[in-house]
């Protein structure tokens, strides 16, 4: 007996995976990340899991420059080489770089670029000042303030424990408009990279007015599990 389905869309998660069943279609894979390759390579598209592919990046690029090639930011988690000699896989990690063996590739080399959806950095606003904010190893959180560099004013980190909660770069402006003058936002970029816990603490002040108390001050307590 044939059962009709009356389905707009099914959307399947099999084993990490995400699909989309259309009616009339086959079930198909969606594409979490991409990486883009020099020529004569192009635009890969990259789905959870591991993907095999043939680089065109030049005889001894290094593998950190490759895994950092692919976007978005965080999506690559290691990349692995079959070595025929050695007959063994030889692999690199951008949260292990020191123990990697796959420290270059060469053009054509095929490999399985692994990657993952990358979680959604946590993020913060001034109404969150004065909270506690609960991080898992590996997590990324922003802070995104208020505030106007043309008067010599700008946020600045004046306390955390980086051993616990490292910066990552520097902070970003953004105006709220192309008017010359225009305040905006700054952005912050932190990620948890071991447990323990660390008051976060931003400032707002002119940098170069050291006994003026800072205009404004942000502070946090971050709890890394």
């Known amino acids: 007996m044939k059962k009709t389905l009356l389905m707009a869309a099914v959307l399947v998660l099999t084993a990490g995976v995400t699909l989309l069943a259309v009616p009339g279609s086959r079930v198909r894979a969606q594409p979490v990340a991409s990486i883009t390759l020099p020529e004569p390579g192009g635009i890969e598209q990259l789905y959870e899991g591991c993907n095999n592919i043939a680089l065109t990046f030049p005889n001894g690029t290094t593998s950190q420059t490759v895994v950092q090639a692919v976007s978005p930011v965080g999506a690559a988690e290691s990349m692995w080489w079959y070595d025929a000699s050695q007959n063994r896989f030889l692999g690199f990690s951008l949260a292990a770089p020191q123990a990697s063996d796959l420290l270059t590739v060469n053009f054509l080399d095929a490999v399985w670029l692994c990657v993952s ?15 506690t904010v609960e991080l898992r190893v590996g997590d990324t959180m922003e802070v995104v303030l208020d505030g106007n560099p043309t008067t010599g004013f700008l946020w600045e980190t004046a306390a955390v424990d980086a051993s616990v909660l490292k910066q990552l770069g520097e902070p970003e402006f953004e105006p709220d408009t192309n008017l010359i003058g225009s305040g905006g936002k700054f952005t912050f970029r932190f990620e948890a990279v071991a447990s323990g816990q660390t008051l976060l603490q931003l400032v707002y002040h002119r940098p170069w007015e050291k006994d003026v108390p800072p205009e404004e001050t942000f502070e946090v307590t971050v709890i890394v599990q």
């Open 117 to 131: 959806i990358p979680e959604a950095p946590v993020r913060l606003s001034e109404e969150d000042a004065g909270s």
